[in-house]
């Protein structure tokens, strides 16, 4: 993308403030750590209104994954599927077994819409990126996604009607996104009020992350404008509207390849990727990993927060071309 609609982030999106330090720079990002909240958010950043662009077909099959997208998302549908069936010991710790109405959120190739499908839910899914959430409609069909911003679902619109899910989540998304804080105000408006929200995001003060320092594997720019720790997405969380019930990196793992290790393990250092080269030679063999450094939030709208408090507006980014 364009260097030139790169834009300054002058104030932190999540309390306003504009007093900050810097963690590292990688010209033109730097990496800021808000002197009040703690919140980590990445600045120049692409503008509002084109950070979409970065979703197209070469961020699902990207030639550098290590800084930008997957190498080949679509092709890693067993692991994906393999990883939300392990997943649903979490789902259904916190949300009743009965039949389901869920709303996956950023649901790319709408792998854990399948798995719930398969679980005799009614699934939706949203996705932003027309390109992989081809795959998703193969699966579920046109009439259960919303292709597009979430800020243009219609309130109304058969099937995505405000109050009516009992499970609404989110993987890898809320980093993604701009206005986080108008994203949890529309998952609000959408859950049912006893419903649950589960989203899943890196968390930048793991053990694992502070090892790495600025070659943690989540440090991807261009994309991760925000990089939360279990504060301030509590922060988040409680000023829009929701009660944190759990977070744990227990279920915040992955079935990989081996060839994914050997890929990632090259952003560490030239010599980790030489020395993980050979297992390309097994790539499509898997491993279940976790590092701990994934968040997995467990939340429900808070009964008083309607009676008691207003939504705070998310901050507006003052920011310069």
Avoid at 77 to 92: A, G, I, Q, S
Avoid at 152 to 178: A, I
Avoid at 194 to 221: C, M, P, Y
């Amino acid at each position: 993308m364009n260097e030139a609609r790169l834009v300054e982030v002058e104030t932190c999106q999540l309390c306003g403030s504009r007093s900050r330090t810097e963690m590292f720079r990688e010209p033109p990002f730097r990496v800021l750590r808000c002197a009040d909240c703690s919140l980590v958010y990445v600045s120049p950043r692409h503008a509002d209104d084109v950070v979409h662009e970065l979703y197209d077909r070469h961020y699902w099959n990207s030639d550098s994954p290590k800084t930008r997208g997957y190498a080949r998302y679509a092709e890693e549908e067993p692991l994906y599927l393999k990883t939300f069936r392990r997943r649903l010991r979490l789902v259904n710790d916190h949300v009743p077994a009965r039949p389901l109405r869920v709303l996956d959120i950023g649901c790319a190739a709408g792998f854990f819409l399948r798995v719930m499908r398969d679980q005799g839910h009614e699934v939706r899914g949203a996705e932003l990126s027309a390109e992989i959430a081809a795959h998703a409609v193969q699966h579920l069909g046109a009439e259960n996604l919303h292709i597009g911003f979430l800020h243009d679902l219609e309130p109304d619109r058969q099937g995505f009607e405000h109050h009516s899910f009992d499970l609404v989540t989110l993987w890898d998304v809320v980093e993604h996104v701009p206005r986080p804080q108008a994203l949890m105000q529309h998952v609000r408006e959408l859950l049912k009020p006893d419903g649950v929200l589960i989203l899943e995001t890196q968390n930048v003060d793991s053990a694992f992350a502070n090892l790495l320092g600025k070659r943690w594997q989540h440090f991807k720019h261009e994309e991760h404008l925000y990089h939360f720790n279990p504060a301030t997405i509590r922060r988040l969380l409680t000023d829009t509207g929701f009660q944190v019930v759990r977070n744990t990196p227990s279920f915040g793992g992955k079935y990989v390849s081996l060839g994914f290790i050997a890929e990632r393990a090259g952003r560490l250092s030239k010599a980790a990727g030489l020395l993980c080269k050979p297992l390309n030679a097994f790539g499509r063999m898997s491993i279940y990993l976790n590092l701990r450094d994934e968040m997995v939030v467990v939340a429900r709208p808070s009964a008083e927060f309607g009676r008691t408090a207003e939504v705070r507006p998310d901050h507006a980014t003052a920011a310069k071309h």
